[in-house]
């Protein structure tokens, strides 16, 4: 597998600390809960909750399409869900890339039949090429045309989620 570096690891974690510095303008004395998205956003959300100034509670959900579907059919489910409440909370989804935007679509809808005083995206990737539904990223890290990228949590099959940089993959045949 052939893969060029994209975004190198100095520009994530310079990119990572405007976005932190920006969620905690936004959020300062509000009561936040940011939920990261399993498992491609761990080492993102890692990063950006020690990019923060302010103290948010967090937890971690995990998505899931039923069995038989395809994610773009937008059929998803909990695989696991928060266990905080997030009832008259602002609630931040930090997610690694938004593709189709179903998987957002479906999150976001569940969490704000809870109560939550909002709730807003954070993605470090938002790639446009295969949008499907209508999500809007309201701190996003690096727009992206189009392409597969591994790298900083992102994986290809469980693998190159380790990689410190951010590496477009080229699937060669
Ligand atoms: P969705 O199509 O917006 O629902 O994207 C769902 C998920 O697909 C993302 O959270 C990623 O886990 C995965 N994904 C989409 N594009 C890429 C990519 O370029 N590399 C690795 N994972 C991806
Ligand atoms: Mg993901």
Redesign the pocket.
């Known amino acids: 597998m052939n893969k060029e570096v994209i975004f190198h690891k100095d520009v994530i974690a310079k990119r990572v600390k405007e976005l932190g510095q920006d969620i905690s303008k936004q959020y300062e004395n509000e009561p936040l809960v940011c939920i990261c998205?399993l498992?491609?956003?761990f080492v993102f959300f890692a990063d950006l909750m020690r990019a923060l100034t302010i103290d948010p509670e967090i937890d971690f959900v995990r998505?899931a399409s039923y069995a038989g579907s395809a994610?773009?059919e937008?059929k998803?489910l909990f695989s696991k869900d928060i266990e905080v409440s997030i009832k008259d909370k602002h609630v931040l989804i930090v997610?690694?890339?938004?593709?189709?935007?179903?998987?957002?679509?479906?999150l976001t809808k569940v969490l704000k039949a809870r109560g939550p005083r909002s709730v807003a995206i954070a993605a470090l990737?938002d790639?446009g090429e295969?949008?499907?539904?209508k999500?809007n990223v309201d701190f996003s890290g690096f727009a992206?045309d189009k392409?597969?990228?591994?790298g900083y949590g992102?994986?290809?099959d469980e693998q190159y989620r380790g990689l410190e940089g951010i590496y477009n993959?080229k699937i060669q045949d």
Not at 130 to 133: S, V, Y
Not at 147 to 150: K, L, M, P, R, S
């Open positions: 998205v498992k491609g956003a998505l994610p773009q937008g998803m997610e690694d890339i938004v593709d189709t935007g179903h998987s957002m679509e479906f990737v790639k295969r949008r499907e539904c999500v992206l392409g597969f990228i591994v992102l994986d290809y993959l």
